[in-house]
């Protein structure tokens, strides 16, 4: 093979049934989807017919960082994690999830572009990789851990703390349908229940240890792209100018000594910056980012990154102290996903106030809300599937199916913290707030938001007036229009240009190993740019790695090459344009604070647009013939037609 700079040249398969590891070519994927999520794309479409389940050997889990990951590029520390997902729903689906931290970075060094999974195997075992070597090893004594004692078991046993590890935790061993896969302290892969995946294939841990370098085809031109981003990007490209929320009984000069955007803070939350004030330390970057994006706290219960905590309970309960320390750290060890129970908790709470459930019959405290007898119980019964906490491990659609009030999920909101969005998850950004979401929200397979932050960073968090946010929209979006007011959609095709720009975008940050709170850069914080990013990033840093000169186009053209092989694996599993919708709460109830319902009848004339500027077929949601030729897809439309 001819030398390689950015890929290392091999991807690792572990057949879990037959106990066996082999090696495969990159080049078979990379020619056409580069890496990352492009390779788990691919994978999905060759090897998880639609009959497979989420649970079944057959399905396949894939571990894929980017081209760039290992590499200096900045913020390209991301991994994917693709197969069929337990938490999707009405159907199990083709999905994927993210995580940072640093064992993309790791897996990278030791040898290998990603990990392909599948099979079961008949006990628990644990993937062993380091610096080209791979074993398939018994991890009968990890069974039962959670995902802190989990790692600290492995580094004992190889008797280095340098092992980079991904692990579940009893709620992946007992298939909770949105059990995390975790990483370090913090780093997770939540939305999709790739946990509960790992679960059913007795697969409790990957502990990778690499001491290799990926090559770099023009370091010089890498190094001075590293410091040029630099000067651009913040968190989501969010410029200098966004509002402060900070409470005025604060020592400023303790406030001062936290990263300026976590001393934002809901005005009637100043329990979230209280806490930082008091535990605050230092913040903890993933591998190559030059920014930093979680917190790390050090706390009587030990120390942890809590880039979710403050979410989790400014939403829920308007506080955070000792109590929501602990339920972080719970959620983290027993390998829960946070966000499910951001929704889950406000709609048991409405059920109960309903009278449809109560404490006596499903075990929860509701009266002990928001303490440590409420939280603690419910984590617990739910990751080890006890009495009630069996049932709500299913997520929120199915357990409303059990109880037959799935109308209080499709038709109703609960007050405080989130709603359903759809796909079995719950939702942030509201498409009655920004119709763009909306589009992002019904054209996915889960949540987008993971990879899809770029036009609600530029509208909802950059500060900029709606005359700067419209400049950098005519750049970023090829239109200024692609910009408005909160509540204020127009149903045009500006903004359905804007979503699929965005889409594109998060399939090449994906194959790249790119960081969603940073690229792609449509905003920077240079008042001299009138505040104009640099969405051409990417491909500058693909081509300094790579030695492959590729244009911003021809990145982009990859980027619609992978959404459109995401799109037909969902058209394959049975999604048609009646599918790409939201639920109905959204086109019947006006949002609390005052952005009004989505109008049916323009959101069918948008989605129309949509269809049209992708080359699909407006009737069907399909993809036509002539797109995908033009992106070399033929044979795929072949098997779809």
Not at 109 to 117: F, K, M, P, T
Request: glycine fraction near 10%.
């Amino acid at each position: 093979m001819s030398e390689m700079y950015g890929w290392t040249g091999k991807i690792l398969r572990a057949d879990l049934t037959n106990r066996k590891v082999t090696e495969e070519d990159t080049k078979k994927y990379s020619d056409m989807f580069i890496g990352g999520s492009g390779i788990g794309q691919k994978v999905m479409w060759d090897e998880v017919p639609l009959e497979v389940k989420a649970f079944d050997p057959e399905n396949r889990i894939v571990f894929t960082p980017g081209v760039l990951t290992g590499t200096p590029s900045p913020s390209s520390g991301r991994t994917d994690v693709m197969g069929k997902s337990p938490h999707t729903y009405p159907k199990e689906s083709c999905t994927k999830s993210g995580i940072g931290g640093d064992w993309g970075t790791e897996l990278k060094r030791a040898g290998y572009d990603g990990v392909i999974v599948q099979g079961k195997a008949d006990s628990p075992v644990y993937l062993w990789i380091k610096n080209g070597e791979a074993d398939i090893l018994d991890a009968k004594f990890l069974w039962g851990l959670d995902t802190y004692a989990t790692q600290h078991e492995l580094r004992r046993k190889w008797n280095d703390k340098q092992y980079k590890m991904l692990t579940i935790g009893p709620a992946g061993e007992n298939l909770v349908r949105y059990a995390c896969i975790m990483s370090g302290t913090g780093h997770s892969a939540g939305q999709g229940g790739f946990g509960a995946v790992m679960g059913s294939k007795n697969l409790k841990a990957l502990a990778v240890r690499g001491t290799g370098g990926v090559g770099v085809a023009r370091p010089d031109e890498l190094l001075k792209l590293l410091e040029y981003v630099k000067t651009l990007a913040t968190i989501m490209s969010a410029t200098q100018k966004s509002i402060l929320w900070v409470d005025k009984d604060i020592d400023p000069h303790a406030v001062n000594r936290i990263p300026f955007r976590y001393r934002s803070t809901a005005p009637g939350n100043p329990g979230a910056m209280t806490f930082l004030q008091k535990h605050w330390v230092k913040e903890v970057a993933c591998s190559s980012c030059p920014i930093g994006d979680y917190v790390y706290c050090k706390h009587p219960l030990g120390g942890t990154e809590i880039h979710c905590m403050q979410w989790y309970y400014a939403w829920l309960s308007g506080w955070m102290d000792d109590v929501a320390y602990e339920a972080k750290l719970l959620h983290d060890k027993l390998g829960i996903n946070v966000y499910e129970l951001l929704y889950m908790i406000p709609w048991l709470q409405k059920l109960n106030k309903d009278g449809v459930i109560n404490s006596k019959d499903s075990g929860i405290a509701f009266d002990k809300w928001p303490g440590r007898d409420f939280i603690v119980p419910l984590l617990e019964n739910i990751a080890y599937r006890k009495g009630f906490g069996d049932t709500l491990a299913e997520g929120v659609p199915r357990v409303a199916e059990k109880l037959g009030v799935l109308d209080s999920v499709m038709k109703e909101e609960p007050k405080g913290g989130a709603s359903y969005g759809g796909h079995g998850m719950s939702i942030h950004y509201d498409a009655r707030d920004y119709i763009v979401s909306g589009l992002l929200w019904a054209m996915d397979d889960r949540d987008p938001f993971h990879d899809k932050h770029s036009h609600i960073g530029l509208v909802h968090w950059s500060g900029l007036s709606l005359d700067e946010q419209k400049v950098v929209a005519e750049y970023a979006y090829y239109s200024g229009d692609a910009a408005q007011p909160m509540g204020d959609s127009k149903y045009s095709s500006a903004e359905a240009m804007a979503a699929i720009l965005d889409q594109d975008r998060s399939s090449l940050k994906g194959t790249l190993g790119l960081c969603d709170w940073v690229y792609p850069i449509v905003s920077s914080v240079l008042e001299e740019r009138k505040y104009i990013g640099d969405t051409s990033v990417e491909s500058k840093l693909f081509s300094a790695v790579t030695g492959i000169d590729m244009t911003e186009a021809d990145m982009l053209k990859v980027g619609e090459r992978i959404w459109n092989l995401q799109r037909a694996i969902m058209i394959r599993d049975g999604r048609r344009r009646e599918d790409d919708t939201l639920p109905d709460y959204l086109f019947e109830l006006p949002a609390a604070w005052g952005s009004p319902p989505v109008d049916r009848e323009k959101w069918e004339q948008l989605k129309d647009e949509y269809y049209r500027l992708r080359g699909w077929d407006i009737k069907t949601g399909i993809p036509t013939k002539a797109k995908m030729e033009e992106l070399e897809l033929g044979d795929v439309y072949e098997q779809i037609a």
